[in-house]
T-cell receptor, first 115, second 113 residues
């Protein structure tokens, strides 16, 4: 596929469990972003990867959140010991590493529900 | 601290009318202002974007107006159609650092026939 792919599309988990969300960016896009969209809120930046540079983790809300990007492509966002307030749609975006870097292409997101 | 304030939260417009969504920002380092359109169950998609060296940008029925001194920008949708019904987000970034986008909270637009 040509777009950003995220899986699963929906995830229901119990409070206290760990979850992993996956993002497959557009081929050739070296920049990758994770955002969180809560009901009635805008998109909240979580983390940014660019090539082999150290990721910008400034948006991660707590140390329960982490992300990695293997081989400069696929990324996994991990939430440990999930809480009910973690329920949201988690969106991944990718972009080119040029002046066009500001055009971020989004996946459809993973809807996380913590019971 | 919300750096991009968007209004209104929701908007109902009749088919053929003009939809106007406003945003205001605080960070004077912002130099790129995109608008994203999101349909239910989909990720946001870039609609149109502007840089502060111009005061207006038009693409088809969509126009961004930008007022640098007031730190405000707006989206105008001319001849609004039911297919335009979606949530619209304004955003901004500084083009430096990680290029993360700072988003407004969104406007849910409903265009009624």
């Amino acid at each position: 596929g040509a777009g950003v792919s995220q899986s699963p599309s929906n995830k229901v988990t119990e409070k206290g469990k760990d979850v992993e969300l996956r993002c497959d960016p557009i081929s050739g896009h070296t920049a990758l972003y994770w955002y969180r969209q809560s009901l009635g809120q805008g998109l909240e930046f979580l983390i940014y990867f660019q090539g082999n540079s150290a990721p910008d983790k400034s948006g991660l809300p707590s140390d329960r959140f982490s992300a990695e990007r293997t081989g400069g492509s696929v990324s996994t966002l991990t939430i440990q010991r999930t809480q009910q307030e973690d329920s949201a749609v988690y969106l991944c975006a990718s972009s080119l590493p040029t002046i066009a870097k500001n055009i971020q292409y989004f996946g459809a997101g993973t809807r996380l529900s913590v019971l | 601290q919300q750096q991009v304030k968007q209004s209104p939260q929701s908007l109902i417009v009749q088919k053929g009318g003009i939809s106007i969504i406003n945003c205001a920002y605080e960070n004077t380092a912002f130099d790129y202002f995109p608008w994203y359109q999101q349909f239910p169950g989909k990720g946001p998609a870039l609609l149109i974007a502007i840089r502060p060296d111009v005061s207006e940008k038009k693409e088809g029925r969509f126009t961004i107006s930008f007022n640098k001194s007031a730190k405000q920008f707006s989206l105008h949708i001319m001849d609004s159609q039911p297919g335009d019904s979606a949530t619209y987000f304004c955003a901004a970034n500084s083009g430096a650092g990680s290029y993360q986008l700072t988003f407004g909270k969104g406007t849910k637009l409903s265009v009624i026939p």
